[in-house]
């Protein structure tokens, strides 16, 4: 009776050993080795390899969209440089940024400081250019005869007062006027561009004379080629 109750005991404490030979379990969450591909088993490199752990992958390369030199293997990332925006250059319309920023007006610069001091002003619901008025368009004569590259462009405006319609004719005729000033004076008519914004840009914000006095005008603006 002992005897055959020691043999089921050997037995069974033997099959418990076989199976713990041979069933082991994958280990999970192995720390990745930088460079290596992750392996588990008897240290030779004959187990399977590690679902869980990052593959070793090229990152892209800055901006490009191509592989670069580095690699991501889950430890850490290598840092991706910002583009620096061309250095301000003043001898340069717009400081030498994109062209996209610039203000241009038919394939040439728009310099509106040049003749900032020579807008030209009207009476209500007049188009005339006043004798007041006139001595204003003397240093813009000057400044096109001496520089024949260049151009103007005349741009009409109005007070509030009328209807839309209406004050886009308005600021056309008030530019068209002082065009034809311009041109009587030796400027041929070819460099001279006129538009009107009606009422849409005004200069003063209020709802009296005083700003509708202001808005009333003919802003002159000098065009300069980009070469």
């Given amino acids: 009776m002992k005897k055959s109750l020691f043999l089921k005991l050997a037995t069974v404490a033997l099959l418990a050993a076989v199976t713990a030979t041979g069933c082991k379990k994958t280990p999970k969450n192995v720390t990745p080795i930088h460079g290596q591909p992750t392996r588990v088993g008897t240290g030779t490199g004959g187990g399977p390899i590690n679902p869980d752990a990052s593959p070793t992958q090229p990152l892209p390369g800055p901006g490009t969209g191509l592989p670069g030199t580095g690699t991501a293997t889950g430890i850490g990332t290598t840092p991706i440089s910002t583009p620096q925006p061309p250095p301000f250059n003043p001898n340069v319309p717009g400081g030498g940024g994109p062209a996209g920023n610039l203000d241009e007006f038919e394939g040439m610069w728009k310099d509106a400081s040049a003749f900032a001091g020579n807008t030209v002003f009207f009476d209500y619901d007049k188009s005339v250019v006043k004798a007041s008025e006139l001595g204003k368009l003397q240093p813009v004569i000057a400044a096109l005869k001496a520089a024949p590259q260049n151009k103007l462009l005349i741009e009409g405006h109005c007070d509030e007062r009328g209807t839309e319609e209406y004050n886009r004719a308005l600021g056309e005729r008030r530019a068209l006027a002082i065009r034809e000033r311009l041109a009587k004076s030796g400027i041929s008519p070819d460099r001279i561009r006129t538009v009107s914004f ?30």
């Fill in 198 to 227: 009606g009422e849409d840009k005004p200069s003063a914000l209020g709802h009296d004379e005083a700003a509708w006095a202001k808005n009333r005008r003919g802003e002159l603006i000098l065009l300069k080629p980009k070469n």
